[in-house]
Nanobody, 124 residues
Framework: QVQLVESGGGLVQPGGSLRLSCAASGFTLDYYAIGWFRQAPGKEREGVSCISNVNGDIYYADSVKGRFTISRDNDKNTVYLQMNKLKPEDKAIYYC?????????????????WGQGTQVTVSS
């Protein structure tokens, strides 16, 4: 059974850091496109950062460039999102996603497997 489980969310002050983890089970992430997405209340889901399984390209949303870093540990079958210099507008539920087919984008519609999400709140 394919499963993605996020962890690492929580409450942090502006300027702080969090590291989100996404543990995969039931499949091996090595050849999958992977991504982090978020959805804030009243807003559409947006792609935060993705790694293409076509060419290894990494995508970051403009709003997180220079602050967030996506990475993967194939040995642990886990994907990470390091989030630094967090802002109140980063508050959202963060989801990880994966797909085995060739994905070059960071569009949610291109990803077939999703985790349940983890809440990130940035507030003083």
């Amino acid at each position: 059974q394919v499963q993605l489980v996020e962890s690492g969310g929580g409450l942090v002050q502006p300027g702080g850091s969090l590291r989100l983890s996404c543990a995969a089970s039931g499949f091996t992430l090595d050849y999958y496109a992977i991504g982090w997405f978020r959805q804030a209340p009243g807003k559409e889901r947006e792609g935060v950062s993705c790694i293409s399984n076509v060419n290894g390209d990494i995508y970051y949303a403009d709003s997180v460039k220079g602050r967030f870093t996506i990475s993967r540990d194939n040995d642990k079958n886990t994907v990470y999102l390091q989030m630094n210099k967090l802002k109140p507008e980063d508050k959202a539920i963060y989801y990880c996603a994966a797909d085995p087919f060739f994905v070059r984008t960071c569009r949610g519609s291109d990803f077939g497997s999703w985790g349940q999400g983890t809440q990130v709140t940035v507030s003083s």
